[in-house]
Structures are given as structure tokens and as C-alpha cells.
């Protein structure tokens, strides 16, 4: 089965939505791809939506994916971004009329909780590697919390 973990960053100077796609197969898993949009600041902020959604709708039947996992702002972060809440709902939205059957949105206490692990943080930062990923210090904090969220959203 094929997952998607996704993460907005909603940088004003380069804004992207990070998304991570992974094979499940028998409590194993292979990573398919780790890449993310670059949304194109010359669209109007209508246009930018539609251009992700009409996007990841593209990555989502390309590679078949059912199941899927939305990194969410922690409740507890200090300036929320109306922008990066925005995108989170296209891409909601876009899971409940794709070929998507299971997604959850995540933060660190979901994926813990579904991973039964209480690590998440640690991967994140790069104090511990997450599923013996080699290289893990080598992907993006975006990459690594959508991989984790990929493998979280497998157990939904």
C-alpha cells in the first residue's frame, strides 16, 4: 500500500508544500520519494491553492496512494500562519475527494501515539534516527516529519 506524508512551510520568501510517499508492505516499508512543490509566488494566493491541489491530486493517482498523513501546526506554536492553515485545508479537503480511503492530520502527540512511540521529537531533531533510515541527518526537518507522518498514517 501506498502512503503519503505531507508538510506545508509556508516560508513568504519560498513557500512549499513537503510531501514524502512510502511503500508498506508486511511492517516494512520503502521509501518511493521524498521532493516537495515549490508554490510559485507569482499566482495570486486562489491560484497558488488550486496549483497544490491540482498537484499532489497528480501525485496521488500517480502513484495509487490510499492512506495519508497531514503534519499540522502544534497547538502551541507562537505566530500561527493563516497561510500555512489555509493550504492545510485544500489539502483535507483534496483527501476527501481523492482515491485517498484513510488520512489523519498529526502532531507530535498523534504520530507518538500511533507509532507507540514516544521518540517522535528526538527524530525530528536528529537526536535519534527514525526506523534506521540511512542518512536520516540528511533529510530536511520537513522530509523527516513527513516520512514519519507517511509511516504513522500506515497504522491508521
Known amino acids: 500500500m501506498h502512503t503519503i506524508g505531507i508538510r506545508i512551510s509556508p516560508s513568504k520568501a519560498s513557500p512549499k508544500v513537503y510531501y514524502a510517499v ?42 495509487n496512494i490510499t492512506q495519508a498523513g497531514l503534519r499540522i501546526s502544534e497547538t502551541t506554536a507562537k505566530t500561527p500562519s493563516v497561510y500555512r492553515m489555509n493550504i492545510e485545508g485544500v489539502v ?32 525530528i531533531e536528529t537526536d535519534e534516527v527514525f526506523a534506521e533510515i540511512d542518512e536520516w541527518d540528511s533529510y530536511k526537518l520537513e522530509e523527516r ?7 504513522a498514517s500506515t497504522v491508521i
Open 92 to 123: 483535507q479537503e483534496l483527501f476527501a475527494n481523492s482515491t485517498i480511503e484513510k488520512y489523519s492530520v498529526m502532531k507530535i502527540a498523534q504520530m507518538s501515539r500511533l507509532l507507540e512511540d514516544a521518540n517522535i521529537k528526538k527524530y
Open 145 to 151: 516529519e513527513c516520512l514519519i507522518v507517511a509511516c
Open 22 to 63: 512510502i511503500y508498506d508492505q508486511d511492517s516494512e516499508f520503502e521509501i518511493i520519494k521524498c521532493s516537495y512543490l515549490h508554490i510559485p509566488l507569482s499566482l495570486e494566493i486562489p491560484e497558488q491553492l488550486a496549483y497544490i491541489r491540482t498537484n499532489l491530486l497528480a501525485i496521488i493517482l500517480q502513484h
